[in-house]
């Protein structure tokens, strides 16, 4: 099933939606990270919430959402541009068999928050307590409150039990009230896909994007505004690491060249290992001690 992002309105409640399909990008992401089924589940459902969450941003904005849990799973971190580009990875990619249940691995009440940022500045932050013990739903309270937007979002994946671990459906569906928006009706809606038995129908089988919002059983047809193809897409790069290694204090890439003869940075992200050599390391350095970082 093709990855689609869709955004629109219901123009007669005001309200507007963005729904998609994320199975692939999920799909990337799990052996990037070597994530177990516990662990991939939850960054899945993470990475579909910030696609659907993309909808705030315009331009060169970027949200960064993190959801801080007292169980194995601790920090699950993600960010996404307004073109639907996500990446973003879990504290702990290995979860079983320490634990066996997704409630088990959340652990209790923690905390979430979201940044919108700018390529030179930091814009809204928002942190709210993460009591639903759901990734979803934590951070549609987030929104609702921190934000001050009514916000209903869901999500569900279909992951079949064989290795390797990959989603083939993972559907997600944010709704909120626009100003003026009717809020009687919204909160009727919101009841309807707040309820177990939708999350279910969604877990239930792959669904597409159109089919998400037929079941909403809003008495009008969705508009939709615009569609774009989500996707795991990461910025790291050599010359962005490198810059990082430039920057270093003299003293500790003497002390790479010395006793590791190198060195390979991870990207927390996507995964990617960037090596370097000693030579590459001596150079690094020279220009470092010559003020030319």
Same mark, same amino acid.
């Given at each position: 099933?093709?990855?689609?992002?869709?955004?629109?309105?219901?123009?007669?409640?005001?309200?507007?939606?963005?729904?998609?399909?994320?199975?692939?990008?999920?799909?990337?992401?799990?052996?990037?990270?070597?994530?177990?089924?516990?662990?991939?589940?939850?960054?899945?459902?993470?990475?579909?919430?910030?696609?659907?969450?993309?909808?705030?941003?315009?331009?060169?904005?970027?949200?960064?959402?993190?959801?801080?849990?007292?169980?194995?799973?601790?920090?699950?971190?993600?960010?996404?541009?307004?073109?639907?580009?996500?990446?973003?990875?879990?504290?702990?990619?290995?979860?079983?068999?320490?634990?066996?249940?997704?409630?088990?691995?959340?652990?209790?009440?923690?905390?979430?928050?979201?940044?919108?940022?700018?390529?030179? &500045?930091?814009?809204?932050?928002?942190?709210?307590?993460?009591?639903?013990?759901?990734? %979803? &739903?934590?951070?549609?309270?987030?929104?609702?409150?921190?934000?001050?937007?009514?916000?209903?979002?869901?999500?569900?994946?279909?992951?079949?039990?064989?290795?390797?671990?990959?989603?083939?459906?993972?559907?997600?569906?944010?709704?909120?009230?626009?100003?003026?928006?009717?809020?009687? %009706?919204?909160?009727?809606?919101?009841?309807?896909?707040?309820?177990?038995?939708?999350?279910?129908?969604?877990?239930?089988?792959?669904?597409?994007?159109?089919?998400?919002? %037929?079941?909403? $059983?809003?008495?009008?047809?969705?508009?939709?505004?615009?569609?774009?193809?989500?996707?795991?897409?990461?910025?790291?790069?050599? $010359?962005?690491?490198?810059?990082?290694?430039?920057? #270093? $204090?003299?003293?500790?890439?003497?002390?790479?060249?010395?006793?590791?003869?190198?060195?390979?940075?991870?990207?927390?992200?996507? %995964?990617?290992?960037?090596?370097?050599?000693?030579?590459?390391?001596?150079? #690094?350095?020279?220009?470092?001690?010559?003020?030319?970082?």
């Amino acid at each position: 099933m093709t990855d689609r992002l869709i955004r629109g309105i219901f123009p007669q409640h005001q309200f507007r939606f963005a729904v998609c399909q994320a199975a692939s990008l999920c799909e990337e992401a799990m052996p990037r990270h070597k994530a177990d089924l516990l662990s991939g589940w939850l960054l899945s459902e993470a990475l579909t919430c910030a696609a659907l969450t993309s909808i705030h941003l315009k331009d060169e904005e970027k949200l960064t959402l993190r959801w801080m849990y007292p169980g194995p799973v601790g920090t699950i971190l993600v960010d996404t541009t307004p073109r639907g580009e996500v990446r973003g990875f879990p504290q702990r990619l290995r979860l079983l068999p320490e634990t066996r249940t997704l409630s088990e691995a959340i652990g209790g009440d923690g905390r979430v928050t979201a940044t919108t940022s700018l390529p030179n &500045r930091m814009g809204h932050t928002g942190i709210t307590p993460a009591m639903f013990r759901d990734v %979803a &739903r934590d951070l549609a309270f987030l929104f609702s409150l921190s934000f001050q937007v009514e916000t209903a979002l869901a999500v569900g994946l279909v992951v079949p039990p064989r290795e390797p671990i990959a989603p083939v459906s993972a559907v997600g569906l944010l709704l909120q009230p626009l100003p003026g928006g009717d809020l009687e %009706a919204f909160d009727a809606v919101r009841q309807r896909i707040e309820r177990p038995a939708f999350r279910e129908w969604l877990e239930s089988a792959p669904r597409a994007p159109d089919e998400v919002l %037929a079941r909403l $059983d809003v008495p009008e047809a969705p508009h939709p505004t615009e569609e774009v193809q989500p996707a795991y897409v990461c910025f790291c790069s050599r $010359d962005k690491v490198e810059a990082v290694l430039r920057m #270093l $204090d003299p003293v500790e890439l003497t002390d790479m060249i010395e006793k590791q003869g190198g060195a390979e940075v991870n990207c927390h992200f996507c %995964a990617d290992a960037y090596v370097f050599s000693k030579v590459e390391l001596q150079g #690094l350095l020279r220009q470092s001690q010559s003020g030319h970082a």
